[in-house]
């Protein structure tokens, strides 16, 4: 794995708010009408959200049981 952090991927990660971000907000702003785009910025929003789409949906986060695990 560390054979593919080059100073090429080090610099992409440490310049990407500055050079990626607004392309990528572009994007989005350039999105159907009919698109919802939530941005989430920690893991606790994360956490939040997964929580509130798990009790809309009544998906749980644990992988489903198999029919041969009984």
Do not use: C
Request: hydrophobic residues 35%; aromatic residues 12%.
């Amino acid at each position: 794995m560390y054979d593919r952090i080059t100073w090429n991927f080090i610099r992409y990660i440490w310049r990407y708010r500055k050079t990626m971000r607004p392309t990528i907000q572009q994007l989005f702003a350039e999105r159907r009408p009919d698109t919802t785009i939530i941005t989430l910025t920690s893991r606790r929003q994360t956490a939040r959200i997964l929580h509130r789409l798990q009790g809309e949906y009544g998906v749980s986060s644990a992988p489903a049981a198999s029919a041969n695990q009984q």
